[in-house]
Nanobody
Framework: QVQLVESGGGLVQAGGSLRLSCAASGRTFSSYAVGWFRQVSGNEREFVAAISGSGSSTYYADSVKGRFTISRDNAKMTVHLQMNSLKPEDTAVYYC????????????????WGQGTQVTVSS
């Protein structure tokens, strides 16, 4: 069982930055890939970024590539999403999620989810 808690969301102007954190509890955290997803009310959950259990491999949606960076600290059981050059279209609730094994862009492949944190980017 893995529990996840996101933090770091908030209101920021376009062009600004935010750093989201995902704190995990449970054993063998380094065996779990972690993904960040976002969702706007009424829309499907959208893949943002993912990182392998070791942290050696990262994956990004085209819409955030070059602006967002995912990283993890397995000793602290934490994953971060650094978001720079934010745009109004980045506004959404951001979720972190974990799955055993390899990273995947499909939300349905992830077994454990956090409660989400709101990110609002004003124009």
């Amino acid at each position: 069982q893995v529990q996840l808690v996101e933090s770091g969301g908030g209101l920021v102007q376009a062009g600004g930055s935010l750093r989201l954190s995902c704190a995990a509890s449970g054993r063998t955290f380094s065996s779990y890939a972690v993904g960040w997803f976002r969702q706007v009310s009424g829309n499907e959950r959208e893949f943002v970024a993912a990182i392998s259990g070791s942290g050696s491999s990262t994956y990004y949606a085209d819409s955030v590539k070059g602006r967002f960076t995912i990283s993890r600290d397995n000793a602290k059981m934490t994953v971060h999403l650094q978001m720079n050059s934010l745009k109004p279209e980045d506004t959404a609730v951001y979720y972190c999620a974990t799955k055993w094994g390899l990273s995947d862009p499909l939300p349905r492949k992830y077994a454990y989810w956090g409660q989400g944190t709101q990110v609002t980017v004003s124009s």
